[in-house]
Nanobody, 124 residues
Framework: QVQPVESGGGLVQAGGSLRLSCAAH????????VGWFRQAPGKERDIVAA????????YYADSVKGRFTISRDNAENTVYLQMNTLKPEDTAVYYC?????????????????WGQGTQVTVSS
C-alpha cells in the first residue's frame, strides 16, 4: 500500500500563494490517482482537486478554479497543489489521498489511502 505524506502548509496573507506537496511512501505513486481534499472546522471534507495517474487529466472544485493547480511528478513520486490568490475561506486542513486505479474520483469515500493533513491558514 502507499502512504501519502503532505507538506507545505502554513500561514499566509490573503492574496498570497502556497505550494503543497504530497510525497508517496511505499509503492510507486504512478499507479494511483490522487486527490487533494480540505476540511474546515465543523465542515465536511470536500474535494479541492484531483489528478489521474499520468497527470493529463485534472479536476477542480468550482471554488478553486483558476487559482489552484494540481500536478504530479511520477519520477519524484510526488503530487503538488499550487495555490494562488488565497482567500480566508481557503483556510482548512488539507489532505492528500490516493486511490487504487488510475482514474480519479471526486468523493472522499472513493479514496483508499490518506495523509495526516497539513494546516493552511489565510489571514485577511
Amino acid at each position: 500500500q502507499v502512504q501519502p505524506v503532505e507538506s507545505g502548509g502554513g500561514l499566509v496573507q490573503a492574496g498570497g500563494s502556497l505550494r503543497l506537496s504530497c510525497a508517496a511512501h511505499g509503492r510507486i505513486f504512478s499507479s494511483y490517482a490522487v486527490g487533494w481534499f480540505r476540511q474546515a472546522p465543523g465542515k465536511e471534507r470536500d474535494i479541492v482537486a484531483a489528478i489521474n495517474w499520468s497527470g493529463d487529466r485534472q479536476y477542480y472544485a468550482d471554488s478553486v478554479k483558476g487559482r489552484f493547480t494540481i500536478s504530479r511528478d511520477n519520477a519524484e513520486n510526488t503530487v503538488y497543489l499550487q495555490m494562488n490568490t488565497l482567500k480566508p475561506e481557503d483556510t482548512a486542513v488539507y489532505y492528500c489521498a490516493a486511490r487504487s486505479g488510475m482514474v480519479f474520483a471526486t468523493t472522499a469515500r472513493n479514496y483508499d489511502y490518506w495523509g495526516q493533513g497539513t494546516q493552511v491558514t489565510v489571514s485577511s
